[in-house]
Nanobody
C-alpha cells in the first residue's frame, strides 16, 4: 500500500491549489488531509467517510477547501481556494479502513497509512 501526495507549491494569497493523493494497493473507507508547520503538531484539515458520503472540515478551512475522490483513479483530492498565508504548511494525506465515527475522523492516530507530504506556501 502506498499513498503519493502531490500538487503543492507557491501561490499568492487568494489563489487556489489542488492537492492529489494517489492510493495504490487498495481502496480505503476513509481519507483525510492533515497539515503541519515547524514546531507544531500535525493538524486536521479535512476528511471523508466515503461509504457514508460524509465530509468533515476543520473550522479554519470550512467553505474554502473541498475533499473529493476519483474512484476510477483511486485518487483523493483537496481543492484549496481563497488561500491565506496561515494555510502555509506541509500537507499530508492519510487513509484508514476502520469504521470511523464522526468524532474520530480528525484524530491522526486512527489513520494507518500516510503519504510523504507536499509543501504549500501562500505568500505574495
Amino acid at each position: 500500500v502506498q499513498l503519493q501526495a502531490s500538487g503543492g507549491g507557491l501561490v499568492q494569497p487568494g489563489g487556489s491549489l489542488r492537492l492529489s493523493c494517489a492510493q495504490s494497493g487498495r481502496t480505503f473507507s476513509n481519507s483525510a488531509w492533515f497539515r503541519q508547520t515547524p514546531g507544531k503538531e500535525r493538524a486536521f484539515v479535512a476528511a471523508a467517510r466515503w461509504s457514508r458520503r460524509s465530509t468533515h472540515y476543520a473550522d479554519s478551512v470550512k467553505g474554502r477547501f473541498t475533499i473529493s475522490r476519483d474512484s476510477a483513479k483511486n485518487t483523493v483530492y483537496l481543492q484549496m481556494d481563497s488561500l491565506k498565508p496561515e494555510d502555509t504548511a506541509v500537507y499530508y494525506c492519510a487513509a484508514s479502513s476502520a469504521n470511523l465515527i464522526t468524532s474520530s475522523v480528525s484524530t491522526s492516530s486512527y489513520y494507518d497509512y500516510w503519504g510523504q507530504g507536499t509543501q504549500v506556501t501562500v505568500s505574495s
